[in-house]
């Protein structure tokens, strides 16, 4: 069952969704040719720490770190490390705050250096088709609403729309009810309430929406080698609209 959050549990994600805004703020500032994801990894840890906040990722199920970093061919939860960024990759830094108990999750996807115009349209794209993904997210409207526009807008542009991992609801816990996906049936699905906070989060790739896991059971890519890059917000639901609560200022 959907949890619908109140007025004051939205303002105290918001809180955490302020440091993971400043926290992808201060980490465009450091992607970078010569820099590896283990240092942005290390660096993203700091940085919440020092804003009373802790990473919710390190520790679940496991999972030894702070962010995930999935380069280039890599659609999610790639691990940060030793790998050096290149000039022409992408790059996607996903992280969840922890602050005082709740929580907020935003994906980035960032060039490193100088990208090719097909890569850098491929971020477009999926930046524009997250932000028409939200634009469905109000009060009335269905679940099935939201992956419509985000399948329309990028399968206009020839790109593929990952099936095998969605958004999510979200507030003590990381993955909550409903499941988000970023396609589907415009009308169909989960109706929208006032209260309800989820992630719209798509993932999308210049070639086929199939992916693999790796042997080390977290790291996917791209079937066919093609480029990902993926764009994450947190949103609540309210009357007046969704209200984005891990908000860059669009940068």
Request: net charge negative; proline share 3%; hydrophobic share 35%.
């Amino acid at each position: 069952m959907t949890e619908l959050k109140s007025k004051a549990q939205i303002e105290a994600m918001r809180k955490a969704g302020a440091i993971l805004a400043a926290c992808h703020k201060e980490i465009r500032k450091r992607i970078r040719p010569g820099v590896t994801t283990g240092e942005i990894d290390q660096f993203a840890e700091r940085f919440m720490l020092e804003h009373g906040a802790t990473p919710e990722q390190k520790g679940f199920h496991g999972y030894e770190y702070a962010t995930c970093a999935s380069v280039n061919d890599v659609i999610c939860h790639g691990f940060p490390g030793a790998q050096v960024l290149r000039d022409g990759d992408i790059v996607t830094i996903d992280m969840v705050v922890n602050k005082d108990g709740w929580l907020a999750d935003s994906a980035w996807s960032y060039a490193v250096g100088n990208v090719s115009p097909q890569a850098r349209k491929l971020l477009d794209v999926t930046r524009k088709s997250m932000y028409l993904g939200i634009q469905q997210a109000v009060v009335g409207n269905r679940l099935g609403d939201i992956g419509h526009a985000i399948q329309s807008y990028a399968e206009q542009h020839g790109y593929g729309v990952v099936r095998d991992f969605t958004g999510h609801g979200i507030g003590r816990s990381m993955h909550e009810e409903p499941q988000v996906l970023h396609y589907g049936v415009a009308g169909k699905g989960v109706r929208l309430k006032a209260g309800m906070v989820i992630t719209v989060e798509p993932m999308i790739t210049s070639g086929g929406y199939a992916a693999y896991i790796e042997d080390d059971g977290w790291t996917a890519k791209t079937v066919d080698g093609s480029l990902c890059a993926q764009y994450e917000h947190t949103i609540a639901i309210t009357e007046a609209g969704p209200i984005i609560l891990t908000d860059q200022g669009d940068c």
